[in-house]
């Protein structure tokens, strides 16, 4: 029976820092990423356009619409930020079900891991998340005007609201994170389960489902953190 480890083992060491086999994925993952962007910024500028440009435009096109719904008009300056979450979220959990991560050892140990099976990964992305969300408030609204929200003395209804806001505020760092730790990471579990039970074709049902779980998995964190900044960015009476 295979040994599934929560945290992320070390691959080797540099100068002192532990490159474990979460990283190690989400490095690949990110050039991966930045070698596409620069492919789409060469194409986009090319006077003939390729099917690798329409491909990409299309993608993104659906991925704008989708925020459209939630944003309005302030979609063309958040959907940078907001894109950016859902598609490095969306690489992260579909390169880790590439054969061979998980199953290519080194040292006794995978090399190659999901990033997001690892909490770290996740407090990461959901401090991100709402620290931007923070941000955006505060500055749409004003410092006083954000801050309104969360200290207001005006009667003690308003106070004790302003409190609920803040505990609020800090259990989206743990929903965030949490729920997409723990859904990767069931994915993780269960792949590795039945790669050993039953022969490969036959657990190919349960990778087409871990596909689809990475897919809505990226668009609710993406599109919850829209939700909160469009809340956020609302002035409220």
Same mark, same amino acid.
């Given at each position: #029976?295979?040994?599934?480890?929560? *945290? ?9 820092? =532990?490159?474990?086999?979460? &990283?190690? /994925? ?21 006077? *003939? ?10 993608? @993104?096109?659906? $991925?704008?619409? +989708? ?14 930020? #907001? ?7 969306? @690489? ?7 054969? !061979?991560? !998980? ?8 090399? +190659? ?5 690892? &909490?770290?990964?996740?407090?990461? /992305?959901? &401090? ?8 955006? !408030?505060? *500055?749409?609204?004003?410092?006083? !005007?954000? $801050? ?13 609201? %302003? ?11 743990? =929903? ?10 069931? %994915?993780?579990?269960? &792949?590795? $389960?039945?790669?050993? @039970?039953?022969?490969? +074709?036959?657990?190919?049902?349960? @990778? +087409? /489902? ?12 993406? #599109? ?6 469009? #809340?956020? $960015?609302? *002035?409220?009476?």
């Amino acid at each position: #029976m295979p040994v599934i480890s929560i *945290k992320p083992e070390t691959v080797l060491r540099v100068f002192g820092f =532990s490159l474990n086999n979460t &990283l190690l /994925l989400s490095i690949i993952v990110l050039i991966f990423f930045t070698v596409i962007a620069i492919m789409y910024n060469r194409a986009a500028g090319a006077p *003939k356009k390729s099917v690798f440009f329409y491909f990409i435009n299309f993608l @993104l096109k659906g $991925i704008y619409q +989708l925020f459209e719904s939630v944003l309005k008009e302030k979609t063309d300056y958040f959907f940078p930020i #907001m894109a950016s979450f859902f598609l490095f979220i969306i @690489l992260q959990n579909w390169f880790e079900l590439i054969p !061979g991560v !998980g199953s290519i050892l080194y040292h006794g140990i995978p090399l +190659l891991r999901g990033n997001e099976a690892d &909490l770290n990964s996740t407090i990461s /992305l959901a &401090l991100i998340s709402v620290v931007l969300i923070q941000v955006f !408030g505060i *500055k749409f609204l004003g410092f006083r !005007g954000y $801050i309104s929200k969360f200290i207001n003395f005006r009667d003690p209804i308003s106070f004790f609201t %302003g409190i609920l806001e803040i505990i609020s505020e800090f259990s989206k760092i743990i =929903s965030f994170a949490f729920r997409l730790f723990g859904n990767i990471f069931a %994915g993780e579990v269960l &792949l590795t $389960i039945m790669a050993f @039970l039953v022969p490969v +074709l036959a657990s190919f049902p349960f @990778l +087409l /489902l871990e596909v689809f779980v990475g897919f809505i998995q990226a668009l609710v964190f993406a #599109m919850l953190t829209a939700v909160f900044v469009n #809340m956020a $960015i609302t *002035k409220h009476n």
